[in-house]
């Protein structure tokens, strides 16, 4: 695979100086997981250690809005490996008539969320039907959130890395905050123009606007949880779940932290650089 040999020494960095700290069971289950650790022994995952020659086996980790998808989807067209969101695997099954789509629909209506059960079982489904494509490796979004799932899918293969991308939590908020969707066409925007000085040896954070077309201009709207309290609501409790499951890969020695220099055309290369991915073929197209 000629991504394959653009990849040079992807490497399952150790974390850096990070203190680690046992894991506790602090892990919160929302509704849809309210019944914790010990429910169902039964799960399964496919199988993937056995592939011969295999590809990278990645996790992304990182908060609502720091712009994971866009990475880890970028990563994975450079690197030839599937980009698996389960965020997607959900949805779409919900807008299948596979047989979790019912009980799946159910659960969404009430607000609830989806079960490690069933995040699992669309997930090995998925991974499933990609090997007998012939997909080898991944790269995992939104995937595992607890400690649980870290523990099953740690059970079936084994992970090279898990990288969790990271973003000043103002400059994050500010970007939130800055996110609109056009009424007409759907298109994604963000008219937030960050510009951060560096102060205390910390360097200055820039993120250009992402403006619409002018004939988007106008039918620009805010999402109704795109405000400042909810926000910050959505990214406590994912501070909250996350942090044992980055203790948890932190005591695996697997987990490598990645801080966002700025916007996609600044942190493209730098996140290149720290995973050691050359892209010489790709870097015009890549930074566009
Ligand atoms: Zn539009």
């Known amino acids: 695979m000629a991504a394959l040999s653009r990849f040079l020494r992807a490497t399952a960095t150790a974390a850096r100086g990070m203190s680690t700290v046992a894991p506790e069971s602090s892990v919160i289950y929302p509704a849809g997981l309210a019944a914790g650790p010990n429910m169902g022994s039964s799960v399964t995952l496919v199988e993937t250690r056995d592939l011969g020659e295999r590809n ?144 205390n040896g910390m360097p200055g954070i820039y993120m250009a606007p992402l403006l619409p077309p002018s004939h988007c201009t106008s039918k620009l709207i805010t999402r109704s949880d795109d405000t400042e309290e909810v926000v910050k609501e959505r990214l406590r409790i994912y501070n909250e779940m996350s942090k044992p499951v980055e203790e948890f890969y932190t005591s695996r020695g697997k987990l490598q932290e990645f801080d966002l220099p700025g916007g996609i055309s600044e942190s493209w290369p730098k996140l290149l650089e720290a995973l050691n991915i050359e892209d010489s073929d790709h870097k015009q197209s890549a930074a566009a």
């Not at 789509?101 to 609830?112: R, S, T, Y």
């Not at 523990?151 to 293969?157: K, M, P, Q, Y």
Request: hydrophobic share 40%; net charge negative.
């Open 56 to 199: 990278v086996q990645w996790v992304f980790l990182g908060c609502p809005g720091v712009g994971k998808g866009t990475y880890a989807s970028r990563l994975s067209q450079l690197l030839g490996v599937p980009h698996i969101a389960t965020g997607d695997l959900v949805r779409e099954e919900l807008s299948s008539s596979g047989p979790l789509a019912q009980q799946l629909a159910a659960i969404v209506n009430q607000g609830k969320l989806v079960s490690d059960e069933i995040v699992i079982d669309l997930l090995s489904k998925r991974l499933e039907n990609g090997a007998a494509k012939g997909e080898s490796g991944f790269i995992l979004d939104g995937f595992p959130r607890t400690i649980r799932q870290a523990e099953i899918l740690e059970g079936v293969t084994d992970l090279d890395l898990v990288l969790n991308l990271k973003l000043r939590e103002d400059v994050l908020i500010e970007k939130c905050l800055g996110r609109r969707i056009c009424s007409q066409c759907g298109g994604n925007f963000n008219v937030a123009s960050i510009s951060v000085k560096g102060e």
